[in-house]
């Protein structure tokens, strides 16, 4: 009986980890993070002049008439619940210091390839498949 209370561990545990990422691949995560963050900074930047305006993104509440369920009398009501909803509005900007920035970006850009290139190259190594 302890041998199958141990065995089901076992199994559990590998059952968990089968989803989670392999070492060089967290590795890897990690070391391109800022080459990512600096190519979506490029991306969102670009998007914004080429709009000539910013757009702010907030959750935004609401209220709705959901369903509820009381133990006691065991039965359903209505009840209200709250959602969130994605709200985007423009901003304006400075196109031509957005164009500035996204010019400093784009200097920027080959350092972090090559940074990333490098630290990618040494998991590689550290962590091999």
Request: charge should be positive; include cysteine; charged fraction near 20%.
């Amino acid at each position: 009986m302890k041998f199958f209370v141990k065995l089901s561990g076992v199994l559990a545990s590998v059952a968990m980890l089968s989803g989670c990422s392999t070492p060089q691949e967290d590795c890897i995560s990690g070391a391109t993070k800022d080459y990512r963050s600096l190519q979506a900074s490029i991306a969102e930047t670009s998007d914004n002049v080429s709009r000539g305006y910013a757009v702010h993104s907030q959750s935004v509440p609401y209220t709705y008439a959901g369903s509820c369920y009381d133990y006691n009398t065991q039965l359903y009501y209505t009840c209200p619940q709250t959602g969130y909803r994605t709200q985007e509005s423009p901003v304006a900007i400075d196109v031509n210091q957005e164009r500035k920035k996204l010019a400093e970006f784009n200097k920027l850009l080959p350092k972090y390839k090559d940074r990333a290139d490098r630290a990618v190259a040494q998991c590689k190594v550290q962590y091999p498949e």
